[in-house]
């Protein structure tokens, strides 16, 4: 009964000014209240458990392993995708064939059908047919449709974006440290040199021998972009502004221009450095948690599944309490380092599953 009494007391633990529960003094000071022979006792099971965590870490590890063979299945199928999008194949008839699960589209009135035949021949004859290459603005529509990466999106980013034609993840090889890497393929255009830009994302996935316990998956522990060449007076990340001067001696005025940062969707690739010690403001440690948020997005979702970001059938499932309950974890530990967490929830043990989101555990 005294330990159920004090882990009663524990469970409540003490509240922060935030209001959020302080769980390890609860818990410290119900330990100190063990007589000796028992907190030797739980002293053991504490190495059991991180002995535990270090053969969680492994499975992670395999884990990372497999997505990493099985990206390798799903790549011939990416580049197909890649190939159509872009227009340089042209699916065969039979690669075509789909069958629409949507009754209301199978039930379409016969005169409807008409009429619509009608009216496209008459816009036939009035302008001359245009077969259209690919899937015009494939991605680009994929990034005005999603509100995570349409809040990134600006008018002056799209006439770039037009350009993109595919985007690809890269897991690190074996033996090499834990990360991922998004390509952004580019053809040939007026804005910058790169045919690809990457974004490198770094993770950790062994406990920490100060704090084992905190250990709940990999973490991301930093990221890198890269140094995009534009053309000259194409950088959409800066902007020229205009501003006048008094001279306080002769009183004249001269005009000084200077290159201040501009929203972009290309800034994307310059992100915020976590610093060694850890310390950050609170709006660089959100933009950095939100950066690893739509990367792993980017990974989990937009690549797997661009298509149906394209048609919108993939945002419908985004919305489901189900899916954001499957999928990815992020945990961001402002009172030491920022170490956002991937945590992998498997709700079967016949798939993983994935999604970001984020948690700010104090």
């Known amino acids: 009964m005294l330990y159920a009494g004090l882990a009663g007391k524990g469970d409540q ?51 990372h392993e497999l997505e ?3 990206a390798a299945l799903y790549q011939p199928l990416f580049d197909k995708r890649r190939d159509i999008v872009t227009g340089t194949v042209e699916p065969t008839d039979e690669e075509c064939e789909w069958q629409s699960d949507r009754d209301e589209e199978e039930e379409l009135a016969e005169e409807v059908k ?14 001359p ?10 991605w680009l529509t994929i990034f005005k449709s999603v509100d995570m990466l349409s809040d990134m999106l600006q008018e002056h980013d799209e006439p770039i974006l037009k350009h993109l034609k595919d985007i690809q993840v890269k897991f690190s090889e074996p033996g090499e440290p834990m990360s991922f890497t998004l390509g952004f393929h580019f053809e040939p255009n007026g804005y910058f040199n790169n045919a690809v830009l990457t974004k490198v994302y770094k993770m950790k996935s062994e406990p920490d021998p100060s704090d084992p316990f905190s250990f709940e998956g990999p973490e991301i522990i930093d990221c890198e ?3 995009i060449d ?6 959409v990340t800066v902007k020229t502004i205009k501003k006048k001067q008094k001279h306080k001696g002769r009183g004249t005025v001269r005009t000084v221009t200077k290159q201040v ?11 915020v450095k976590a610093p060694p010690d850890g310390e950050m403001d609170e709006d660089s440690e959100f933009t950095l948690a939100t950066d690893f948020e739509i990367g792993h997005f980017f990974r989990e979702r937009i690549v797997p599944r661009a298509v149906l970001y394209f048609t919108g059938e993939a945002l419908e499932d985004d919305e489901s309490v189900s899916f954001c309950l499957r999928r990815m974890h992020f945990h961001t530990r402002p009172y030491k380092k920022l170490k956002p967490q991937v945590g992998y929830l498997q709700t079967d ?7 970001p989101f984020l948690v700010f555990v104090v």
Not at 115 to 120: L, R, T, V, W, Y
């Open 13 to 63: 633990g003490m509240q922060n000014p935030s209001g959020q529960v302080d769980r390890p003094v609860s818990f410290h000071f119900l330990e100190s209240m063990l007589p000796k022979a028992v907190k030797r006792r739980v002293h053991a099971l504490k190495r059991l458990q991180v002995q535990c965590a270090n053969i969680e870490a492994k499975f992670y590890e395999e884990v």
């Open 68 to 70: 990493r063979k099985y």
């Open 114 to 127: 008409e009429k619509a035949a009608i009216e496209d021949s008459k816009k036939e004859e009035a302008t």
């Open 129 to 138: 047919q245009e077969d259209p290459k690919g899937i015009p603005e494939f």
């Open 225 to 227: 972009g890269c140094q």
């Open 230 to 235: 534009w053309h000259k007076g194409k950088d």
């Open 261 to 271: 940062p501009n929203d972009s969707f290309f800034n994307f690739f310059n992100p």
């Open 349 to 355: 043990f016949d798939a993983l599953v994935f999604f």
